[in-house]
Nanobody, 125 residues
């Protein structure tokens, strides 16, 4: 059984930066995708960034150039560095694991079997 625990959310002014972390426990799989997703109040959950087991990344257009997803396989930890934050980035951010896939499109969530509890990001103007 895999457990995911996010941390690093908080309140920041527009233009600031945050680094989210997601600690994973358990076996992730031989080929897997990990991703960051977010859900703002009244909106559907959407993909932010994904990374494959070999490090191939994919980003939503809304964060491309401002955010970097990375992972430390030795620590089983996923990161999301977010810079130049905008008010529209405010949301609950979730990390998730798809333990089977090797291709990780950012807008596809159906294969993600494991989810963290989420961490709140609030960006003020």
């Amino acid at each position: 059984q895999v457990q995911l625990a996010e941390s690093g959310g908080g309140s920041v002014q527009a233009g600031g930066s945050l680094r989210l972390s997601c600690a994973a426990s358990g076996y992730l799989g031989n080929t897997y995708c990990m991703g960051w997703f977010r859900q703002a109040p009244g909106k559907e959950r959407e993909g932010v960034a994904t990374i494959s087991w070999v490090g191939i990344t994919s980003y939503a257009d809304s964060v491309k150039g401002r955010s970097t997803i990375s992972k430390d396989s030795a620590k089983n930890t996923l990161y999301l560095q977010m810079n130049s934050l905008k008010t529209e980035d405010s949301a609950v951010y979730y990390c998730a694991l798809d333990p089977w896939s090797s291709v990780c499109p950012v807008h596809s969530m159906s294969a993600y079997q494991y989810w963290g509890q989420g961490t709140q990001v609030a960006v003020s103007s």
